[in-house]
């Protein structure tokens, strides 16, 4: 397993087939749908991708085995704020369980710590119970009032002084 690197200029089709694999794998756990997803211009995925890769307010990283994808996850800070979002993390099913996920977490929080991030939010399905543990596991607490609280409103949680 290599080290996961930070998304570089010019892959838009690598950002475009991680994400639509992770829509049509785990549906419920994006509040984007595949069939959404497929409908946009090649433009806009290399635009979003190349927009990940480089500067201090967005990043994606993509985790390899050898050369082949096999994990995502994004940070985008809130604008002029010290917050970011935690998005688009996923792993391939073979590869979960292995320290994918966390490792990915755990690279992007380095890199938010470097660019002056405080706090990480993560916003998780209710019933994705797996995620939920997974967000404990590496640091993040549920955000008390985060979420209005009907059975299918999302959990908020966070992490705080992220510099690693």
């Known amino acids: 397993m290599s080290p ?13 087939r991680m994400r639509l694999a992770a829509l049509r794998d785990s549906p419920s756990a994006f509040g984007t749908t595949f069939e959404s997803a497929l409908s946009r211009t090649p433009e806009s995925w290399s635009e979003q991708a190349d927009g990940t ?19 995502i996850a994004s940070l985008y800070r809130q604008e002029a704020t010290d917050v970011g979002e935690l998005l688009h993390v996923w792993v391939s099913p073979e590869w979960r369980g292995r320290g994918v996920a966390a490792d990915l977490v755990e690279t ?17 399905a209710k019933g994705n119970a797996r995620a939920l543990r997974f967000y404990r596991r590496v640091g993040f607490e549920p955000v008390e009032g985060g979420a209005p609280g009907g059975p299918d409103d999302p959990v908020v949680l966070t992490i705080r002084n992220v510099a690693r």
């Open 4 to 16: 996961a690197r930070r998304i570089r200029r010019g892959e838009g089709q690598l950002f475009r």
């Open 53 to 71: 890769s480089q500067g201090s307010d967005r990043a994606t990283f993509i985790a390899f085995s050898d050369e082949f994808p096999v994990g």
């Open 108 to 124: 992007l929080l380095g890199w938010a710590g470097e660019n002056g991030f405080t706090t990480v939010v993560a916003v998780v």
